[in-house]
């Protein structure tokens, strides 16, 4: 029997691809309660041991490469029902370099999702870790359609770059109004803090705005809305004035399947962005103007297999410097199971520009990683993992003088990991 599906009536992948292998698998779909226990421990090589120097300014004469070895664990919980949905999350890595004492990082978040009345939707979200390093995360993500990492969204010390208590929290809170006539009124309000031991370096980004949205067609849509973001060192002696984008976000969007089988997703959104640079009491301050915009394309392949490719361009504040950055970034995957207990990953991305519009601090980094893992029982993995990132900014552009200009670095991962669902209910 041969039926015509229209495109609003596509499954879910999770529905439609139902072999997700033996070891790991999520809840089931429409699933009340789920809980989760995770934890690996591991051991690693990396030719380039940044954080084994505890926080001094790094040359080549005193960078070291050599193994190290850590644990990890968490917990993370949903629930799900008819007005909308609550999680919580929590983890602690602890982690142990060459002649340094070992030390942790620790993770918690929390986000709720839910309806206030049939067309009304309010979400938020809060996190707080704690980390004894400053990591590094000015490169794209390739799992992430685009988006720059956030080093501190899992309790992994891989981006370690010198050694700096902190404690940091993010804020997220979004309302959503749908209308009758296919248009949706949304607003935000977004908050990030970073606290070190000095002070001097205490970070403060935020960002508040309201978009509309209007459906075209099943697949076309247009937008129209501002949002004002600003990041600041509110108890640095050397840095007198905040930055501000003002982001002009005006655009169409546009997303579809491209094929019969409904495997091959596309989509894209434009904007742009008004903001202002050199905003130092002594330099002439100036309005640049930058066109935004992203584009995404996945194919699911076969039961098992996806490969996705991502652009974007993009402007954003990265702590650690004080203009924004105005960035092109690309990024592509390939995931899938080679049988039914070994899962195949690979990333690569790119992504480079200038620091503050209309300069020549021009930077750039890419980032790759591959990795097999084996599952040994259901709740039981064995895996290895590649990963490999460089960078390269402009000299004495960071806020802190131990950051250095140029990095690269690559490194193994090999250990066992452990996913044991705890509750699943309907």
């Known amino acids: 029997m041969v039926c015509a599906q229209e495109p609003g009536d596509v499954q879910p992948a999770e529905v439609r691809r139902p072999f997700r292998g033996l070891f790991g698998a999520p809840a089931v779909p429409g699933s009340s309660q789920a809980l989760d226990s995770t934890a690996s421990m591991y051991g690693a090589y990396d030719d380039d041991l940044y954080a084994a120097q ?5 040359s080549e004469d005193v960078r070291q490469s050599g193994w190290f070895g850590g644990v990890e664990a968490g917990l993370n919980y949903k629930q799900s029902g008819r007005r909308g949905s609550f999680g919580v999350d929590g983890g602690v890595g602890l982690i142990e370099y060459p002649d340094q004492p070992l030390y942790a990082m620790y993770r918690a ?14 979400s938020a979200s809060e996190t707080f870790s ?51 006539d296919s248009s949706t009124l949304s607003a935000f309000y977004a908050l990030t803090t970073a606290n070190y031991e000095s002070g001097e370096l205490d970070y403060v980004n935020q960002g508040v705005g309201a978009r509309y949205t209007r459906q075209l067609s099943r697949n076309v849509g247009l937008h129209a809305g501002y949002n004002y973001g600003r990041a600041r060192y509110p108890k640095s002696s050397f840095i007198q004035s905040g930055r501000g984008i003002h982001n002009v976000d005006v655009g169409a969007n546009y997303g579809r399947a491209l094929s019969i089988s409904r495997r091959t997703q596309f989509s894209f959104s434009t904007g742009s962005a008004l ?31 996806t490969t996705a490719i991502a ?31 070994l899962h195949f990953m690979s990333t690569a991305a790119w992504t480079g520009g200038v620091i503050g519009g209309g300069t020549n601090n021009d930077f750039s980094s ?61």
């Open 275 to 305: 903001y202002f640079v050199n905003q130092g009491i002594q330099q002439p301050r100036h309005l640049e103007y930058a066109l935004l915009g992203s584009a995404n394309l996945s194919h699911e392949m076969g039961r098992t297999w």
């Open 366 to 426: 890419s980032s790759a990683g591959a990795g097999l893992q084996y599952a040994l029982t259901r709740a039981l993995a064995s895996y290895v993992n590649y990963i490999y990132y460089q960078y390269t900014v402009p000299p004495g552009l960071a806020v802190d003088p131990r950051f250095p200009p140029s990095l690269a670095r690559t490194g193994v991962r090999f250990g066992l990991t452990t996913s044991i669902p705890l509750i699943r209910a309907k």
């Open 311 to 341: 652009y974007q361009r993009s402007l954003s504040f990265h702590e650690g410097f004080v203009d924004p950055f105005l960035a092109q970034s690309a990024s592509a995957s390939l995931t899938g199971l080679l049988s039914h207990r």
């Open 109 to 122: 978040g929390g986000n709720l999702n839910a309806s206030l009345t049939r067309t009304m939707s309010l």
């Open 54 to 58: 505890g926080g001094v300014a790094l």
């Open 130 to 180: 704690y980390a004894p390093e400053y990591h590094l995360g000015v490169f794209v993500s390739p799992m992430d359609s685009g988006q720059f990492q956030d080093p501190f969204a899992s309790v992994s010390s891989d981006q370690g770059i010198f050694r700096e208590h902190s404690y940091r929290t993010t804020t997220n809170v979004g309302l959503s109004q749908s209308m009758r």
